[in-house]
Each structure stands twice: as structure tokens, then as C-alpha cells.
């Protein structure tokens, strides 16, 4: 079972209990408790730190999710995940994976380097990732080569030759002495991703809820989602619209959009997905389309506080404000168009929900429910009270 699922097995274990237990992140599970090993942001720095003492005159730029090196004024981004993969299985063998990751940098820059002014030499190679416009890279003014994919959504085009320790980051200059279209690029791109790995789309299911992901789960996870047939193949997998999220480069998963508990559990895990991502992309959700593969933003509703402890709210909000209030809910629905919830262990709000819903009642013409409901967080079902 894959670890990211995790966190959505510690949520959906909570949705029967009061506190529900913290979320377990992949992050926490990438060692045992009792070996302190570095993170994906510490490896990369004794990398620079070594490749500096040995090459003063190459460049680099240390971000967040990745690390830039210009080596004669060409952009690269240093590609430690591999190794990094190796050490978190083998912490004992971190000054040869050191070592050898250094190695590989040196063997690419002097004897493998591309002529990335020949568009012959670079379109076997050329990839495109999945990054949004806040996690736009930058390095020493460069304008790096892109296209737009879907709102904040962007392509960013690589040349990544599967032998490197490096993808060489493509600039608009670079591109301008190719005299080649802008779409043809793109559709190189793509045509490149979908023939790098064979892709498939797994699943797994744990207390009720039953997650999608494509695979691999490498460092085209997220961004092979751009692909059309892949959409598709993953909504007809799942026989249903998904609510997808794309939280990290190598990670791109989702849950039956009818399926509004499992959609409940999803909407919470996924941004705490992101924000453990060594390679964030972004928190946001997406709705994809069973029938045409589009892909279009899916917005979580926030509940309304109309009094301290209680939120207007509309059926498709339950889910999420009972995440919010960990616990059961009391709901009114005294008209078609009104309705507001408490938790059920909130004594102060169900009084002032039912005085409201006293006054509600008296003023509509057609009542829908005299009586309050109860929501229930394990199942997502509505009942009498």
C-alpha cells in the first residue's frame, strides 16, 4: 500500500471518534523514529556543499522544492531524488551516495552535456512538469521555457535524458534558435511523456474510501494528468467523476466525486499532502469528468458562522463542516433554501439553531422539517433525531 494513503486511513478511522488521531504525513514515514536522517533539502545541500569546494565556478540557486545550478551559463536542476531514495533506505551509505551523485554531475557536465541550440538533439528529450505560476522557478534572470496548461497551471519543458543527474531547464532563448512552433513543442512534450513509462492507474481502499493514482509515481506523477487519454483512464477506472488532487510532483490521486465521505476525508488529507511535499505543486482540487476528460476546479465549501458555533450551510457542506467540528451534527432545514448546523455536542448552539428555527418556521409558508436532524460523521447520512 502506498504511504500517502496513510493519512487518509488515520482520517477516515477518525470520522467514528472525537478527536480523531493526527494525520500521519509521508514525511514522517520516510524513516524510523529512532534514526535521525536528513531531509530531501539537507541532502541537496551537502550535494551543493561538495560540488562547490570542487567547482567554485558553477552557480547555484537552493529553493524550497528544488536546487538550480548554472554551469556556463546554462540552467540545470540538480536531480537528487534517486540517491536520496537510496539513503532513506541505507542512511549508513550517505557519503558514497554523496560521492557518487557528485560524480554523476561532473560526468554529465563534461562529456554528456546536450547542444541544446540543436532542436534535433533536444526533442527526444524534452519533458514537460506540472508547476503553478507561485512555484514558477527563477535563476540569475533567466526566463525559463513554458506554456500554459489550465488556470494557475503551467509547463515548464525540461531536457531530461533518463541516464542524468540533471535536467537541463530549457530558456526562451534557447528555444527562439530552434525556429520551431510553439505547439509543436508542446506536442512533442507530451507525445514524450506518454511514451516514457507505460502508464497505469492504481487503486486502494481502506475503511470505505477507495483512492485512485496514476502510475508511476515518479517525477512525472502529477504532471502526466495533462494527458487526455490518462484522464480519461483514470475517471472510467473509477466509473465515476473524480475530485483529483495534484499535491506533489510525483503524485497525482483522487476519489469518486459521488462518494461524499470519502470526498470529505480526501479534501482534508490532500492539503497536508502538499505542504509535506519536498516538490509541491498545489493544494488546490480539480473535478474530472467521467464522460470527457475535462478537467475543471473543485471548490470545498466553507460554512458560514451566522453565531458562535453555528454556520448556514448547504447538504454538499455537511461533510466537511463535521470534519471542521469533529463530531456529529445537528441540522435545521426549515425551508428548501435554508439550512444551519451545530455540532451535536455543542449545547449552546443547538439552543440558539432551535430558537432559530422556531422563528423560521413561523414565517415560511411551506415548512420542510419541524424538527432538527442529525448528521452522522462515520456514515454522511442524514436522520431524525
Avoid at 285 to 298: E, S
Avoid at 304 to 309: D, N
Avoid at 333 to 338: I, V
Avoid at 349 to 378: C, M, W
Wanted: hydrophobic share 40%.
Amino acid at each position: 500500500m502506498r504511504s500517502f494513503l496513510l493519512g487518509l486511513v488515520v482520517l477516515a478511522v477518525g470520522c467514528a471518534e472525537s478527536p480523531p488521531p493526527p494525520v500521519v504525513t509521508p514525511s514522517a514515514l520516510a524513516s524510523p523514529v529512532a534514526v535521525k536522517t536528513l531531509t530531501i533539502q539537507e541532502f541537496r545541500a551537502r550535494v551543493v556543499e561538495r560540488v562547490q569546494t570542487r567547482h567554485p565556478d558553477w552557480k547555484f540557486e537552493t529553493k524550497p522544492d528544488k536546487v538550480i545550478v548554472t554551469i556556463a551559463g546554462r540552467p540545470m536542476e540538480l536531480i537528487a531524488e534517486r540517491s536520496y531514495a537510496l539513503y532513506q533506505s541505507n542512511p549508513e551509505k550517505l557519503e558514497g551516495l554523496l560521492a557518487d551523485q557528485v560524480a554523476g554531475m561532473e560526468e554529465y557536465s563534461s562529456q554528456q552535456a546536450p547542444d541544446l541550440e540543436k532542436w534535433s538533439a533536444v526533442a527526444p528529450y524534452l519533458m514537460p512538469s506540472l508547476v503553478t505560476k507561485e512555484h514558477f522557478p527563477s535563476s540569475h534572470g533567466q526566463q525559463f521555457l513554458s506554456a500554459p496548461f489550465q488556470g494557475d497551471l503551467v509547463l515548464l519543458f525540461y531536457y531530461d535524458h533518463p541516464e542524468a543527474r540533471t535536467r537541463s531547464m530549457l530558456t526562451k532563448e534557447i528555444a527562439k534558435g530552434w525556429k520551431v512552433d510553439t505547439a509543436v513543442i508542446r506536442q512533442t512534450a507530451l507525445k514524450n511523456l506518454a511514451a516514457r513509462e507505460p502508464i497505469n492507474v492504481g487503486h486502494d481502499e481502506t475503511n470505505g474510501v477507495t483512492v485512485y493514482h496514476l502510475e508511476p509515481d515518479d517525477d512525472y506523477g502529477a504532471t502526466r494528468i495533462i494527458l487526455p487519454e490518462v484522464r480519461l483512464k483514470m475517471a472510467r477506472e473509477a466509473g465515476d467523476d473524480l475530485v483529483v488532487g495534484l499535491p506533489s510532483r510525483d503524485l497525482a490521486w483522487g476519489v469518486r466525486a459521488s462518494d461524499r465521505r470519502s470526498v470529505q476525508v480526501f479534501s482534508q488529507a490532500n492539503p497536508g499532502t502538499f505542504e509535506e511535499a519536498t516538490e509541491p505543486v498545489t493544494p488546490r482540487l480539480y473535478r474530472l469528468d467521467n464522460k470527457t476528460g475535462a478537467l475543471a476546479p473543485f471548490k470545498v465549501e466553507k460554512p458560514e458562522a451566522i453565531a458562535p458555533g453555528l454556520y448556514r450551510v448547504s447538504e454538499s457542506g455537511l461533510p466537511n463542516l463535521a470534519v471542521q467540528e469533529k463530531d456529529d451534527l445537528v441540522v435545521w432545514r426549515p425551508a428548501k433554501d435554508q439550512m444551519w448546523a451545530c455540532a451535536a455536542g455543542d449545547p449552546q448552539a443547538i439552543k440558539t439553531g432551535n430558537d432559530l428555527a422556531v422563528k423560521t418556521l413561523l414565517q415560511v409558508p411551506e415548512p420542510l422539517h419541524s424538527s432538527p436532524l442529525r448528521y452522522s460523521r462515520k456514515t454522511g447520512k442524514l436522520s431524525e433525531l
